[in-house]
């Protein structure tokens, strides 16, 4: 029997309250989705205290019965939970490797900096999946060191290093950037990538590492964009909530509603919004117009309290438009406030994808967006606008010329609306997550669907 060992060390956590971001929501909707399978020997590992799908075996580690607050903790604090579950992982795999045999067993990672020991575990004869949810050296390369370099050079910097054996030197947070997702490229038989930008960045980082009798970097590399699911809900029930908040809030028919979403954190790129909706708020085209924003979200990880206090103090400095701050949403809060919205803004410095992006497609609303990675795979003119950030200085003017113009056309967002929701129809994660399965099972010699 073909079997799947997934680590993600964001998995077991109850996602309708926990802000840990994309990578960790779409690793509970594949594990949702592969538990389906009765003839694979599956294994789950991750940190959270509960199993992410029934009939899918997981093991809690480094300590089990031990609640993460992992959203909370410093980048310090983080790289030591990184390094834990490194270890426990690892050893946990090697020591049970006769129930879960390397040469019929795939082993998929859900993460980068917080994954495993690959090389203990490719050397263990294990075939090697990684799931990309984040390009570690991109990110920390945008949020970080403010794109003095382009990343490409990082990396190879990097490598330098360690051929002088000077990579010793290096703090471990930085390892966890660099060697590891050096190692996570070196080792893996396949890449998932949810964009092509970020496969293509992928591959200029470390096209000079086509050794260690692995196929071509191009060839291992997959480009699967995730797309969306829906939870159920009786459409009446949010129809009525909907309602209530509308009220709450004093929102008339004529109100405009913008709405955005994502953890509160400097990358996303919601003090970008706020700035440009202070250029527009005086702006002829609007007068008159009563403007909403919902900013849907908690703050999170690394610099996230500092970050949201700045978001509040900016929101505060907005006299003609109201900003609202509803916290983190569940799965039915989100499709409430999905039906206040008029317009969605991704206003993202980094984006790997953009899972809310189709979540708002699939509810039927226009969508502004930066040019992020993901946008490419998901939006056309037809029901998106996407604004360049190739200058730093103009972006929040990009941001608000575009708004100005969406916000003063209520009939040219509605159209846009039913061109993305007929459009989102096409966007399916269970698609995707059989691509990964597939992709998992061919190397453990198995077969997929």
């Not at 440009?276 to 007068?287: G, H, Q, T, V, Y």
């Not at 438009?321 to 008029?342: C, E, H, I, N, Q």
Request: include cysteine.
């Amino acid at each position: 029997m073909s079997g799947i060992v997934y680590i993600g060390s964001h998995l077991g956590y109850p996602m309708d309250r926990t802000p840990l971001g994309g990578g960790a929501t779409v690793g509970l909707q594949l594990a949702r989705a592969w538990s389906k399978r009765t003839d694979l020997n599956l294994l789950a590992m991750g940190s959270g205290p509960q199993t992410p799908a029934a009939g899918f075996p997981y093991v809690q580690l480094p300590e089990p019965g031990m609640q993460h607050a992992l959203e909370k903790l410093s980048e310090m604090g983080y790289a030591r939970f990184c390094r834990d579950f490194e270890r426990a992982t690892t050893d946990f795999l090697i020591a049970h490797r006769g129930a879960y045999p390397p040469g019929e067993t795939t082993v998929i990672v859900n993460d980068i900096s917080e994954g495993p020991d690959l090389e203990r575990i490719a050397a263990a004869g294990y075939p090697i999946l990684s799931i990309w949810h984040v390009d570690v050296v991109e990110f920390f390369n945008r949020i970080y060191l403010k794109d003095v370099l382009a990343p490409e050079r990082w990396t190879r910097g990097f490598d330098r290093l360690r051929s002088w054996g000077l990579s010793g030197v290096v703090p471990d947070v930085l390892k966890l950037v660099f060697e590891k997702q050096r190692e996570t490229v070196a080792r893996s038989d396949v890449l998932i990538v949810p964009s092509r930008q970020m496969g293509e960045t992928v591959r200029r980082c470390y096209s000079h590492l086509e050794d260690g009798g692995k196929r071509p970097l191009a060839e291992r590399v997959v480009v699967v964009p995730w797309g969306g699911w829906r939870e159920s809900f009786p459409d009446a029930e949010v129809a009525v909530e909907a309602s209530r908040l509308r009220t709450h809030y004093q929102l008339s028919p004529s109100t405009r509603v913008v709405l955005t979403m994502s953890r509160i954190s400097p990358e996303k790129g919601i003090h970008l919004l706020l700035d440009a909706l202070m250029k527009i708020e005086n702006s002829p085209r609007l007068r008159g117009i009563d403007t909403a924003v919902f900013v849907c979200g908690e703050t999170a990880f690394m610099r996230g309290e500092a970050y949201g206090r700045k978001v509040r103090r900016a929101a505060a400095r907005l006299t003609r438009t109201r900003v609202f701050f509803p916290g983190y949403l569940s799965a039915l809060g989100k499709r409430v406030y999905f039906r206040l919205a008029d317009l969605f803004v991704s206003p993202s410095l980094h984006e790997s994808y953009g899972l809310t992006i189709v979540e708002a497609l699939q509810e039927g609303i226009a969508v502004l967006a930066s040019d992020h990675y993901g946008v490419a795979e998901i939006l056309a003119p037809e029901y998106g606008r996407t604004v360049s950030y190739a200058r730093p200085s103009r972006r929040s003017d990009a941001l608000a010329g575009a708004l100005a113009e969406l916000l003063s056309d209520p009939a040219g967002l509605k159209r846009m609306g039913k061109a993305a929701a007929q459009a989102a129809k096409h966007m399916r994660f269970s698609d995707a997550a059989e691509r990964v399965l597939d992709a998992a099972l061919a190397l453990a010699g198995g077969e997929g669907r």
